[in-house]
């Protein structure tokens, strides 16, 4: 099989790179390992609204719902309400992803792009000391498919990267080990995203839970790699459920890890480029990596028409997509793992003063950098750490 660009992984990343590539004219290949696009779901399915719509028009068959906003809890119970236009890139619908990344594949398809399923990319292919393609894994038989350029649109477990000679590896800390269950109860506030907070109820991460319309929810949690032993994600996401949800029904249950790490050094090499999980593009704080996902492959994919168009694939024909996706969200990602860094070492008597101390702010109408420095005014000696990024 040949083709001028081949995509591992239909992620939404994956997806988007494969549109914008073959609508530039490009002959394109995606594979994808799963027999089913977007099945199982790893998960929260949370995107901002206004975001995803500069991304995309939304179509009501992948929206499960609309919030209002997000209510934060410290581990006292505590809470403050932020509106969906100010929450962040994970608060404004809670999609339906299994229909979402399969219809971004469609479209992906219906731009040109061949989707080829239950065929797992096995290794890098190079011909005279060139990246030449892929060896992939296709219903039981190795097939070659070639290509000058290959993009790695693999996830978290991301090993396009690391074939191509680049530092992938994550940290402990720098891994979120997620636990999520689909629950139905009667209880589940439809209006809100909730995120709960407590070093005890989730050490280095937090709960949430994303209404899905019907009474049902995502219910997950999220804890830091360095701070998990086995099954314990899962354990305190069950303890999580006695305590608010006794009488809730669990209809699905996912495990999966969250890059939630520092800007990777390089994103491409000679012949390829990485994007979405694979290249760490998720936010640190949040651990949300849809829309990033999609941005980057959006830029990859223009960027990948552009340099085979002059024939210059090598990784200084690939610098535009570094320089790109670090312009769009170079800044954001790194204040981010700041941010990040020094929220896990709050104690919980820490997270408490912080979140009472806005209860009497009008917080409504502020994003994160605003409400960091109102917490910043009201809470000076705690947060004097973050003073550079919040001034
Ligand atoms: C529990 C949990 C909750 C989350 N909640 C949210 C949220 O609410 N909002 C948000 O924005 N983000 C959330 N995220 C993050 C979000 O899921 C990812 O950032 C997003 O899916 C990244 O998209 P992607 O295209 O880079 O990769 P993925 O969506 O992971 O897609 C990668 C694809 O590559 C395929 N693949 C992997 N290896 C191979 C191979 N060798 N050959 C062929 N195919 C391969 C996989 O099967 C997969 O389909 C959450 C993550 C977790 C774990």
Known sequence: MKCDLVIVGAGPGGSMAAKTAAKAGLDVIVV?????????????EGVGKRALC???DP????IAAE???ARIYAPDGTSIVMSEDRAGD??????????????????????GAKVMVKTRALGLCTKGGKLSGIRAMRLGDEIDIQAPLVIGADGVESKVGRWAGIDTVLRPKDIEICAQFLVHDKRIDDMYCEFFFGNK???????????KGENLANVGIGIQGSKSKGGEAIRLLREFMKSHFPDGRIVEMVVGGDPCAGLMEKTSADGMMLIGDAARQTDPI????????????????EVAAKALGIGDVSEAGLKEYEDRWRAVLGIHLERSYQYKEFFVKLTDADLNQLISSLRNEDISKMDLRGMLRVLFRLNPKLLWELRHLII
Request: proline share 6%; charged share 25%; aromatic share 8%.
């Open 286 to 301: 949040t651990g949300g990596g849809i829309l990033n996902a999609m941005r980057c492959g959006i830029i990859a994919g």
């Open 32 to 44: 994808e390992k799963r027999q089913e696009i977007g099945d199982p779901v790893r998960c929260a």
């Open 67 to 69: 919030v209002s906003g």
């Open 54 to 56: 500069e991304i995309i």
């Open 59 to 62: 179509d009501p068959r992948w």
């Open 201 to 211: 109820m989730a050490p280095g991460g937090y709960i949430w839970c994303f209404p």
């Open 90 to 111: 994970e608060v404004g619908y809670v999609l339906e992803r299994k229909i979402f990344d399969r219809a971004l594949a469609m479209d992906a398809a219906r731009a």
